[in-house]
């Protein structure tokens, strides 16, 4: 990244989503839907993150029985997701990735800070807020900032957020990181 930013100083946000914890830990709807050729990562004997191969490369056995498994009109029907559930451990590891993610990136970027953005209506919230407090990741929680059942902050065809809910998101950043005054 230092080639591509020319700056030394500034503040790099990720915004969480819970589905992010499926991407990471490569649940079955995330690989049979668009991710089976993305990073797989897994925790070497020190507990740090590294990237072994893809989803399908990394962990072979796996991506053959959800390939299958793939094939069911029933079971994308039903929405079956593989786990049934996220656990702490799938948290903790997601956490990791976000902890080595802010590592790399502070090494590369010294006076930068490294901040991750828990998305308004996020359930995992309290859990992955947790995980990176113990990491020491600076997070901020905005998951209870809006009601994620209001209209107005998603696009109800596919439930991603509406323009109002960046709007209020961003001057909320603004704010709390003081990079302006809100209205």
Request: proline share 6%.
């Amino acid at each position: 990244m230092p080639e591509e930013v020319d700056q030394d100083e500034g503040t790099l946000l990720y915004v969480f989503i819970d589905s992010h914890v499926n991407r990471a830990i490569g649940s079955f709807v995330v690989y049979t839907g668009w991710a089976n050729a993305t990073p797989h990562y897994a925790l070497d004997d020190t507990g740090i993150p590294v990237r072994r191969g893809s989803l399908t490369t990394g962990r072979p056995l796996r991506s053959v029985v959800y390939s299958v498994l793939g094939l069911s009109p029933s079971l994308r029907y039903l929405g079956v997701e593989i786990p049934f559930t996220i656990t702490d451990r799938h948290v903790a590891f997601t956490a990791a990735i976000l902890e080595r993610s802010a590592e790399l990136f502070e090494q590369s970027f010294e006076r930068a800070r490294f901040v991750v953005v828990l998305f308004p209506g996020s359930a995992l919230a309290d859990q992955i807020g947790a995980a990176l407090r113990d990491r020491d990741v600076d997070y901020l929680d905005y998951s209870a900032l809006l009601d994620w059942n209001d209209p107005r902050y998603f696009i109800p065809e596919d439930w991603h957020p509406a323009p109002e809910t960046y709007r209020i998101l961003a001057e909320r950043l603004a704010r709390d990181l003081r990079l302006g005054s809100a209205s």
